[in-house]
């Protein structure tokens, strides 16, 4: 509940303020002069002081200064009957919250206290979640370091027991994980916690190249071995000595680099394409796939004996939907991390868009609350991110067509985007009770954007 503090040597107007906030539910105390509610303030946390400005002792401004200077957190009004532009200059210069004028009535006096306290309810309760969370991360960081790993859930830290035990081993890590959770991640914090974190870590993305560029970029060419080499190129296990290296989406294969791959765990040697020089590698290597490989191996897609070789120790990634108390922590990582990263000022989110984040099922993981974060930090306008400045987040896969919406005998593309597109707006204008702006920043659209396709949808009637 609120607490204020009444400051004013009037009688009548005192006790005529204080009734008025008692009506409002509020916890109220009073004081006859500025030195009484200073004390009063230094022992009591108060939500709002209302001091007048004209009293023996310590007048308004001077009550105002010395409240900020004890309880920052604490709001002031001044009121006054010498109402004047410099005297409101003042106060706000030194912190006051707003200002009042002699005479007012009941109604404006309880407006203004319920909007000052609306705000300091709000402000403290991002306060306090943002200490939360700054908490909750140091103690993380006294049990684990794994740099950027955000996470504080029970599945997490089984994955961070699982790091400190492998770590210091050589042998080769399977790591396991759906795309965005953060596998490479994973492989960097076994890498820095290893004997060899002062020696290379080199990453080589599977999926992305042909066989024929992936072999050159894993082992290596002579000059002369392809047309385009036109000199000699060192491999990624040859760069990786002594270090680690991670191979990543390595269920993308082929059956003949596998092959090869194989020699190069059993053997721990290979060649470089085109030529004879026997290289030794001295390198650990660590894996990541999204696909389950006993069952690429049952259908012959993936060697059994690689697949053994790479499955010494296995560590099983949770994607974000299995572990949704890790959303604050990894929002308030992102926002400090984005807001620096474009040089924006951190600000803060409120609850009801951090529990609109927590609603959702995160398909894209991690890295798609990141990418989310990212848009919003962008387009927010504001020092607080609310729940209309997020875009419009499903519990299914947002890029799915909706069943609803879909005539599987119909394959017209204009008849059905023009259904989703109406669909999306109408769920824009629900979510919002109609409020035109609020639904456009929804939509990532510009409002006068939407009064149009309003009217082209013939929706401008329902709001």
């Not at 604490?74 to 009957?81: N, R, W």
């Not at 070789?309 to 560590?315: A, K, N, Q, T």
């Not at 067509?401 to 394959?411: A, G, K, L, M, Y």
């Amino acid at each position: 509940m609120s607490k204020l503090l009444i400051i004013d040597d009037n009688d009548t107007m005192r006790e005529g303020m204080v009734a008025i906030v008692k009506k409002l539910g509020l916890e109220c105390d009073e004081a006859k002069d500025g030195n009484s509610g200073v004390n009063l303030v230094k022992k009591n946390d108060y939500h709002l002081v209302v001091t007048d400005y004209r009293m023996e002792g310590l007048n308004g401004i001077e009550v105002l200064k010395q409240v900020k200077n004890q309880s920052p957190k604490t709001e002031v009004m001044v009121i006054t009957a010498y109402g004047s532009i410099e005297l409101a200059v003042e106060a706000m210069k030194y912190g006051a919250v707003d200002f009042i004028t002699k005479p007012f009535s009941h109604d404006e006096f309880k407006i203004k206290v319920q909007r000052i306290l609306d705000r300091v309810n709000e402000k403290r309760e991002l306060t306090r979640i943002s200490d939360e969370n700054i908490y909750l991360r140091e103690k993380l960081d006294e049990q684990f370091n794994f740099g950027e790993i955000i996470g504080n859930s029970k599945l997490m830290k089984d994955v961070y027991r699982t790091i400190q035990k492998v770590a210091s081993a050589d042998s080769s890590v399977l790591i396991y994980g759906e795309s965005g959770t953060g596998k490479e991640l994973v492989a960097r914090a076994i890498h820095k916690m290893s004997s060899r974190k002062n020696k290379p870590f080199i990453r080589v993305n599977c999926g992305a190249l042909a066989e024929t560029l992936l072999e050159s970029e894993l082992f290596g060419h002579e000059k002369g071995a392809f047309s385009g080499a036109i000199k000699r190129k060192k491999g990624r296990f040859e760069l990786a000595q002594q270090g680690s290296i991670f191979l990543d989406e390595i269920g993308d294969i082929s059956l003949n680099m596998q092959t090869k791959l194989l020699r190069v765990l059993q053997e721990r040697e290979f060649e470089r394409v085109g030529g004879e020089e026997t290289i030794q590698a001295d390198v650990r290597i660590l894996a990541a796939t999204n696909k389950h490989l006993a069952e690429q191996v049952e259908e012959g897609k993936f060697r059994e004996d690689l697949y053994y070789r790479l499955f010494i120790i296995p560590i099983y990634l949770p994607a974000l939907r299995d572990r949704k108390d890790d959303i604050p922590l990894l929002v308030n990582h992102f926002l400090k991390k984005l807001a620096a990263d474009l040089k924006k000022t951190p600000i803060q989110i409120c609850q009801a868009a951090l529990e609109k984040l927590g609603e959702y099922n995160w398909p894209g993981n991690v890295r798609e609350l990141e990418n989310v974060l990212e848009r919003v930090l962008v387009l927010c306008e504001n020092q607080q991110i609310d729940v209309f400045d997020l875009p419009i987040l499903t519990r299914s896969n947002s890029a799915k067509i909706p069943s609803d919406v879909v005539d599987r005998r119909n394959f017209n593309l204009n008849d059905t985007l023009y259904d989703i597109e109406k669909q999306l707006i109408q769920r824009a204008m629900n979510e919002t009770g109609g409020n035109k702006s609020r639904a456009a920043k929804l939509l990532g659209i510009k409002t006068s954007l939407l009064y149009y396709k309003l009217e082209k949808y013939n929706l401008l009637d329902k709001k």
